[in-house]
Every structure is written in structure tokens, then in C-alpha cells.
């Protein structure tokens, strides 16, 4: 079954500490790997993706993650994390059927 | 470019009224999807057209729910008849190949008192 796991529910770190969120998948094909970032009231954003070539790949506000695939995770880093930060992080699965299946979210708390 | 536009940005409606929802995806994309998002169970994909053709709507809980594509420019969800537990943020998304990625809309936060 094509699935997605985001371990943390709720997150906290301080400003300027690193960040690690974790992402764990399980597709059949090779997959196309997203995470996007939702703001409260507001809608998803594409941070960044995968879906082939260089495994670590770099997206937007100084993210990036980690393709592994004998671990089947996409995990997301970041080295200084801002109070802009705060928000809801999603991790998706797709193919080339372009149906992508979301994780439960990881909400992201930064201490000041 | 306007980005994925849907209206209303907010619905409030009485239980057994009907509700509709827009959605006008991105031009040039061809597909278009409908999530809603609750607490309690995240986000959940409703339908999804290719080519404003509904591919799978194995997601839509019940009749009560009906969307439909008629052109490549807009897309509407139908709620008839709407229910409390029907209150949730519908966003509508529309991508262009499969490895692109979705761009989503602002969503619409409807409340079924």
C-alpha cells in the first residue's frame, strides 16, 4: 500500500537551532517526493521535491532534504530555523499517476 | 500569474442547505484536485480530474457530494444537502505533469451550523 509517515506530530526548537523533519514512504514505482508548508489560514506551499538525479535536493526559505532510499525517507533540514518558520510541515508521495498521497503533517513550534 | 483562485474564502450555511464551492485552476495545468482538510483527519482528497475529466473520486464520502469540470478554467464542488460534520477548509489544487508537484489555492472554510 502507497503510504506516508511523518513520526512527529508537534515539534518544538529555538530560533537559530537546526531542524530535522522526518518523512518515511512506501510506493511501489519510483517515487516523486514533495514537502510543502501551510501557514495557518492559509494553503499549501511547495518547499521543495524530488524525482530523480542529485538525492539532496534544495528548495525555498533556506530548506532542503534528503532522498534515501534504502531507508525509504525524505527528510527535511534546516541549519538555523526563524520564528517565520512556525507553521505546518506536509511530506507527499507520487508517480506518474500525478495522485499524491500526504502525511498527517508535522506542526513546528520555534521558542524565542 | 493569479495562482489556483477559489471562492468564497469563507461559508457559513444552515444544515440541509446547498453549498457550492469554485475553484479556477492555474492556466495551462490539466489536472485539478479537491482535499479537504479537518483536525481530526487531515487532508483527504476528494476527486481528481485529468483533462476535466473526473479520474477518481473514490474520496468523495457520499452522494451528498458532487463536483464537476466543465471547462479547463473552473471546477465546482456541490454539497447537497450540507451537514454540521461537512464543516472543514476545501482546497482545490491544480499541477501540470505528475513530478511538478500541486500548486494549491487559499482553501474555503465552510461552517454547517
Redesign the interface.
Known sequence: AQSVTQPDIHITVSEGASLELRCNYSYGATP?L?W?VQSPG?????LL?Y??GDTLVQGIKGFEAEFKRSQSSFNLRKPSVHWSDAAEY?C?V???????I?G??TLLAVQP | DAGVIQSPRHEVTEMGQEVTLRCKPISGHNSLFWYRQTMMRGLELLIYFNNNVPIDDSGMPEDRFSAKMPNASFSTLKIQPSEPRDSAVYFCASSTQANYGYTFGSGTRLTVV
Open positions: 516523486y514533495f510543502y492559509q494553503g499549501l506551499q511547495l521535491k524525482f530523480s506536509f507527499a507520487g508517480g506518474a499517476t500525478n495522485k499524491l500526504f498527517t503533517g
